[in-house]
T-cell receptor, first 107, second 113 residues
Framework: KNEVEQSPQNLTAQEGEFITINCSYSVGISALHWLQQHPGGGIVSLFMLSSGKKKHGRLIATINIQEKHSSLHITASHPRDSAVYICAVSAGNQFYFGTGTSLTVIP | EAQVTQNPRYLITVTGKKLTVTCSQNMNHEYMSWYRQDPGLGLRQIYYSMNVEVTDKGDVPEGYKVSRKEKRNFPLILESPSPNQTSLYFC????????????FGPGTRLTVL
């Protein structure tokens, strides 16, 4: 069972490109989270959202509750954005995670 | 500095030798959780705790135990480790329940031979 599905699994982009990562979920949620994991393992939370849209610098996250879908956009991508991006949902008191999208931005 | 700490960061052990991975947070968070991360499977929740003395199973609790005797600490105990518990383990905390931003520890890479 996969409560959270992400696409694409891998993504390579040229510096400056606009990037979109998609996330679909199948459970009722209280919030959706986007996480970033750099090589070497550390995980940081980028966004938590339960409706609408949030923006932080070049990153934008949107969620459509009716369609159970979220997107993470990166504008003007940069090599330092290279990382694994993970979608997670909180449902009840538990968390469910997508398998991640590995992004490589080439200079 | 607000942080979640885990120890040890790396551990190689043998089958059946009991071990404990410690997790501590200094943010007075109520919610704490343990995850394991495996290639192709992503992160999966092992156990979580809503507050002191309140713990519950996540998706993959078999072979693990936890306790929450103090608000800041949430150790993960493997009473009889097996090779299929070789994984990267993360502890995380958040202010309230699962509907708030999580703060992750640096991870513990465990190898069970």
């Amino acid at each position: 069972k996969n409560e959270v599905e992400q696409s694409p699994q891998n993504l390579t982009a040229q510096e400056g490109e606009f990037i979109t990562i998609n996330c679909s979920y199948s459970v009722g949620i209280s919030a959706l989270h986007w996480l970033q994991q750099h090589p070497g393992g550390g995980i940081v939370s980028l966004f938590m959202l339960s409706s609408g849209k949030k923006k932080h610098g070049r990153l934008i996250a949107t969620i459509n509750i009716q369609e159970k879908h979220s997107s993470l956009h990166i504008t003007a991508s940069h090599p330092r954005d290279s990382a694994v991006y993970i979608c997670a949902v909180s449902a009840g008191n538990q968390f469910y995670f997508g398998t991640g999208t590995s992004l490589t931005v080439i200079p | 500095e607000a942080q979640v700490t885990q120890n040890p960061r790396y551990l190689i052990t043998v089958t059946g030798k009991k071990l404990t991975v410690t997790c501590s947070q200094n943010m007075n968070h109520e919610y704490m959780s343990w995850y394991r991360q495996d290639p192709g499977l992503g992160l999966r929740q092992i156990y979580y705790s809503m507050n002191v003395e309140v713990t519950d199973k996540g998706d993959v609790p078999e072979g693990y135990k936890v306790s929450r005797k103090e608000k800041r600490n949430f150790p993960l105990i493997l009473e009889s480790p097996s090779p299929n518990q070789t994984s990267l383990y993360f502890c995380a905390s958040s202010p309230i329940s699962s509907g708030s931003t999580q703060y992750f520890g640096p991870g513990t890479r465990l190898t069970v031979l």
